[in-house]
C-alpha cells in the first residue's frame, strides 16, 4: 500500500522537473487548472493518507499535523493563480507521506516539532477565533455606553 502511496504523492506532487531548475511539480497544479475537478484530486488523496496513518495506529499528533498540511494545502489551493503556484511549492503530498512512512513503525514517536506544529496552528487559528470575540466585546461595550449616555442625557 505504501507504493501505492508513494507513486501517487510523487505524482500529484513532484513528479516533473521545470528545465534548467531545480523545482519540481506534479499534476496538482495543473489539475487546478481545472474549475470544480482540480480542487478535488489533492484533498481526496490527502483524506486517503490519513486514513490509512490511522489504520497504522500513527500517533495522532502526528495525524493531526498531517490534516494542517492538507488544510493548508487546500486553502492555498483556492485562491486563483496564486493557489496554483503555491501548489508547486507546498507539497503537502509529499510531506504527508514522509510523516506516515516516518511514524508508522513500532514505537516510533512523534517529535517535539511535531507538537511544536500542532499546537502553533491551534494556537494561531484559537486567536483568529478570538478576535471576532474581542471586536464583539468591544462593540457592545460602545452600544451600551451610547445607550447609557442617551438615558443620562
Known sequence: MLKALRWWADLLDSRYRIPGTNIRFGIDPLLSLVPGVGDLASPIFALVLI??????HVPRVVV????????????????????TVGDIFWRANVANLALLEQ????????????????????????????????????????????IWQGITA
Open 51 to 56: 486514513t490509512h496513518a490511522l489504520q497504522l
Open 64 to 83: 493531526a499535523r498531517m490534516a494542517i498540511n492538507a488544510l493548508v494545502d487546500a486553502i492555498v489551493g483556492t485562491v486563483p493563480i496564486a493557489g
Open 103 to 146: 511514524h508508522a513503525r513500532p514505537g516510533e514517536t512523534p517529535s517535539r516539532g511535531d507538537y511544536a506544529v500542532v499546537f502553533t496552528i491551534a494556537g494561531v487559528f484559537g486567536l483568529l477565533l478570538l478576535i471576532p470575540v474581542i471586536v464583539g466585546v468591544w462593540l457592545g461595550a460602545i452600544v451600551i455606553r451610547l
